[in-house]
């Protein structure tokens, strides 16, 4: 069974950082893309960044361009998500995930996706 064990969260203020990683475990395929979910209370969830198995390409929500970085170590099965410039919109929980298609992400379609972490709180304050 893919597992997908994620730590990192917590309460930082805003303009501070915080780091994310989610280790996989259980695969039986090479090519996907691996990257977070978040959602905040009364939102969808909405998917803000993955990263290609294969060749590396990332994808990033608008809204954290330029402030959050994803990187993958495929030898570990382990995806990072640096998180600077944290604002309080950012708060959220923030989920792990595993998909062979790109669109699950741009289109945050989380409903389509099959593997899952179990999830870290991450609250900015102002």
């Known amino acids: 069974d893919v597992q997908l064990q994620a730590s990192g969260g917590g309460l930082v203020q805003a303009g501070g950082s915080l780091r994310l990683s989610c280790t996989a475990s259980?695969?039986?395929?090479?090519?996907?893309?691996i990257g977070w979910f978040r959602q905040a209370p009364g939102k969808e969830r909405e998917g803000i960044s993955c990263?290609?198995?294969?060749?590396?390409?990332?994808y990033y929500e608008d809204s954290v361009k330029g402030r959050f970085t994803i990187s993958y170590d495929n030898a570990k099965k382990t995806v990072s998500l640096q998180m600077n410039n944290l604002k309080p919109e950012d708060t959220a929980y923030y989920f792990c995930?595993?998909?062979?298609?790109?669109?699950?992400?741009?289109?945050?379609?989380?409903?389509?996706?099959?593997?899952w972490g179990q999830g870290t709180q991450v609250t900015v304050s102002s």
């Open positions: 259980g695969f039986t395929f090479d090519d996907y893309y």
């Open positions: 990263i290609s198995s294969s060749d590396g390409r990332t």
């Open positions: 995930a595993v998909d062979h298609h790109l669109p699950v992400w741009y289109r945050s379609r989380w409903y389509d996706v099959p593997y």
